[in-house]
């Protein structure tokens, strides 16, 4: 395994290595063809300009070459670093600048052949319209010729060089920095990994980049810590509550229970009714408690459909009307027909049960509760308001937490755990609605509950 940082590095020099080695390849090849063409070009004209030259002097010379004419050829040739034969008609050479190194090597000032591949054109010598003779210029088959040539090659190549290693030096600080900016995130999003795993939460490292990817994960990861956090803190909370909540009546059931072993207390009806209703209550208890945990771990899947929920909460309330009505409380219903929203029928019938069951716990008799449920502007709201004892403004901010009651003795006489407002929102959130409460001591209670239609 090669850390980030390493590979970078070696993929960056390689990329360098290849663009450079790739443009210094082109560059020699477009230069070599443009260049030759140049040259190439550049010749042709100057033998042209050399053959009228020698014309001129030929006709200067009244049909011949003087020994003057023949030195200021020999002296062009020299410096044009060109060889020049004159022939005659025949073929035959009768003139030629040919010359030992040396000497070319000491007249042209450092100027002299590396190649001596030379390669002769010929060029028809005229005098008044006939021909009477050949010219024929030797320029060396090379385009590069002198040594002022060869170092001018030398100094190119010395600048690709130079560019080959400034650009591995500039690749390796590149890919320092690249390395640096992506894995600083990256080092910072494992050490949070590891806190999480460790049960860290709090002390996650807050992680800052504009890397869209790497903010993505940094922020999914926040977020798994968050939700582990939660279930952390709500398994710690679940059982601290649970053993909190079981041993009160649980001592109390052994102490009665004791009595009657220890021939103290008789097992009169009355006492067995006591013990048996709150063995009752213990039970309906857990049975809260563990659909609560469900619903709050997310492990309840709502089987969502679409509900007729008019109808739905007008059953909820005429199977509460026997209670009710043993209670002298008025009923008023102003249910909106056929509204429909998707969601699950018995999670939505286990929120307005435990609605209405509070309406009715804590309403005295000959109260009222009325029932409305409308839909407006996509938005379905379903109000249950209560004319009982109301709930104290302190106590207002707590209701839903788990295990919360008002007035404990009170709940404890209506059989209230203080969980059923806590199931109740949980079930409304995870049909994405919203629950609240208002209520005023003595004046009663009003429970307002919100879906969206569309989900
Ligand atoms: P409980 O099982 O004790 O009723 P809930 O979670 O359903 O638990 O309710 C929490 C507390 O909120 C209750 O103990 C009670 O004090 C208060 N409460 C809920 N509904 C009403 C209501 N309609 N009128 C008055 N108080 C209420």
Not at 19 to 32: K, L, P
Not at 321 to 328: C, G
Not at 397 to 419: A, K
């Amino acid at each position: 395994m090669i850390n980030i940082s390493k590979q970078l590095r070696k993929y960056f020099i390689l990329i360098s290595i290849i663009s450079v080695v790739f443009i210094t390849i082109v560059s020699n090849i477009s230069m070599n063809y443009f260049f030759t063409n140049y040259v190439k070009a550049s010749r042709s004209q100057d033998d042209l300009k050399l053959v009228q030259y020698i014309e001129r002097l030929y006709s200067d010379d009244g049909g011949g070459l003087d020994s003057r004419s023949l030195m200021n050829i020999l002296h062009y040739s020299y410096s044009e670093a060109i060889e020049v034969k004159i022939k005659n008609i025949k073929n035959e050479v009768v003139w030629e600048s040919g010359m030992s190194d040396t000497m070319m090597h000491g007249m042209m000032g450092g100027r002299r052949y590396q190649d001596r591949n030379v390669v002769y054109k010929e060029y028809p010598l005229n005098y008044q319209g006939q021909q009477v003779g050949i010219i024929e210029i030797g320029r060396p088959q090379s385009i590069i010729v002198t040594s002022q040539d060869r170092g001018f090659v030398y100094t190119i190549n010395g600048v690709y060089i130079a560019a080959f290693i400034f650009s591995i030096i500039l690749a390796a600080i590149l890919s320092l920095h690249v390395s640096k900016k992506f894995l600083h995130p990256i080092y910072l999003i494992k050490e949070n990994a590891k806190l999480i795993e460790e049960e860290k939460y709090k002390q996650l490292y807050d992680i800052e980049t504009n890397t869209l990817e790497l903010q993505d994960l940094s922020i999914s990861i926040k977020e798994l810590a968050e939700k582990l956090e939660y279930q952390d803190a709500l398994r710690k909370r679940l059982t601290s509550d649970i053993s909190h909540e079981l041993r009160t009546p649980l001592a109390t059931l052994q102490s009665h229970i004791e009595a009657f072993m220890d021939g103290i207390w008789q097992p009169t009806q009355e006492r067995l009714m006591s013990i048996h209703d709150e063995i009752t209550r213990l039970t309906k208890l857990i049975k809260d408690l563990s659909d609560l945990s469900k619903i709050e771990s997310e492990e309840v899947r709502l089987n969502m459909d679409k509900v007729n929920l008019s109808s739905l909460l007008d059953n909820v309330v005429d199977n509460f009307e026997p209670l009710f009505i043993s209670k002298d409380i008025k009923i008023v219903k102003d249910i909106q027909q056929d509204v429909e929203i998707m969601g699950d029928a018995d999670r939505l019938n286990q929120i307005f049960i435990n609605v209405l069951s509070n309406a009715y716990k804590y309403t005295n008799e000959k109260g009222q509760i009325t029932t409305t449920l409308n839909e407006y502007k996509g938005k379905v709201s379903i109000i249950i308001e209560d004319t009982g004892i109301g709930i104290e403004k302190e106590d207002l901010v707590h209701i839903f937490e788990r295990f919360y009651r008002g007035d404990v003795s009170r709940s404890r006489e209506t059989g209230g755990s203080g969980i059923g407002l806590t199931i109740t929102k949980a079930l409304v959130e995870a049909h994405k609605g919203t629950i609240k409460v208002e209520s005023e001591v003595n004046k009663g209670t009003k429970v307002i509950i919100s879906f969206n239609k569309s989900s």
